[in-house]
């Protein structure tokens, strides 16, 4: 070996990190770029059709009114790209890859806070295995959704609410829900931490409002009534009377199609879960910072909701995935309910993207989901028993201490 390939080897293990930061990059455009040509079905169906009616009314004239079930700022970035000269369906995935790489980018930066290091090799493995989930790249590059962007900001407003930087957490929250309605499943952990910490007020839930409000705006200049950004989401919770809507979750195993019947009861045996959930927690007097707690409450508060409210769809866990992979950074041991997770996602993308019939093998894995959920569950109880056997056992050494020199 030369002199000069041993000082090149030398300079890129110095720098193997930056440059494997830039390889995953350079592959995860790529390979989303092989996507930009499949229409899905929700492309012909809806997002399509949707941008040729805000183009018909005027681009940006159209904020007057509702045009398809999205709230008002994805509307306007619709009506923006009606005035850009590019396919339409280029347009919206070019959009949502671009959140697909801030997603990346704020996980990175979630796992460093977690981890309380300033370590490039750990953000980078991070970034490059968010970017690279297959379910991140079809949601973006091949399905044409927009998942990416309200789990980017929900992803930031966790990062900062641990910061305890409560301002700027509810502003992401309010930037998130902007987005999407599925930004609720974060909201229960915010209760948790809210009750169980008592760091911050409960008026700082006011902000999440107002900055919805302020990306609403175009909207409101184009004619919306004030109430328009919450009237949308009421009229999504009412469009699909389903259980679930393909997703693998404890409704796929029974009474998939009784919504009429299992509707209420559903919604109550989520408040009931998570309310039980609290009460425990809260009695054991719990620091939410120790032994990983932070993160995994906050991904069982998620899961929760997920595996029992009604009218999950099959993208509904998409956030939950996104924060199991940054949990396993911090406690591999997360790890084997990521890939559960994951490969349930994997799943049932695979018959709405590229049209495989898994239909016999829903109810199996749905189990398996549930057992994943459960085990789950179990380990958070001897986590947080484990926590709080740790910090009887502290005082009473402490106690013991201070008795001795007391005497």
Known sequence: MTNYEKKAINFID????????????ILAVSIRLCGLDTISRDAATFLLPWFKEIKHQGGLLSLGKQVGDYNIPYQTIIAIMTYLPFKPLYMYKVVSICFDFALAISSGLLVLEMKQKKSLKLFVFAYSAVLMLPTVIWNSAYWGQCDSIFVTFTVLAVLFLHKDKFIISFIFLGLAFSFKL???????????????????????FLITPVV???????????????????????????????????????WAIIGGNRYDILKDFASMLTIFALGIGLVWLMSKKIDLDKKDLFLTILIWTIWTCVMFLPSMHDRYGYMLDILLVISVFKNKKIVFFAAISVVASMLVYSPVIFGNRLDPFNINISIWYLGAYLFYTYKLIKDVDSVDYNYRL????????????AK
């Open 212 to 250: 919805m409000y302020i990306m609403c705006i175009p909207g409101l200049v184009f004619g919306r009534n004030f109430t328009a950004p919450f009237e949308i989401y009421g009229s999504q919770t009412d469009t699909y009377h389903n259980m679930q809507m393909n997703f693998m979750n404890i």
């Open 182 to 204: 599925q930004t609720i499943f974060v909201v229960p952990f915010y209760i948790y931490v809210y009750l169980i910490k008592k760091n911050y007020s409960i008026f700082n």
């Open 394 to 405: 502290e005082n009473e050494s402490y106690k013991s201490d201070f008795q001795a020199k």
């Open 14 to 25: 110095d720098n193997k990190f930056i440059f494997l930061g830039i390889a995953v990059t």
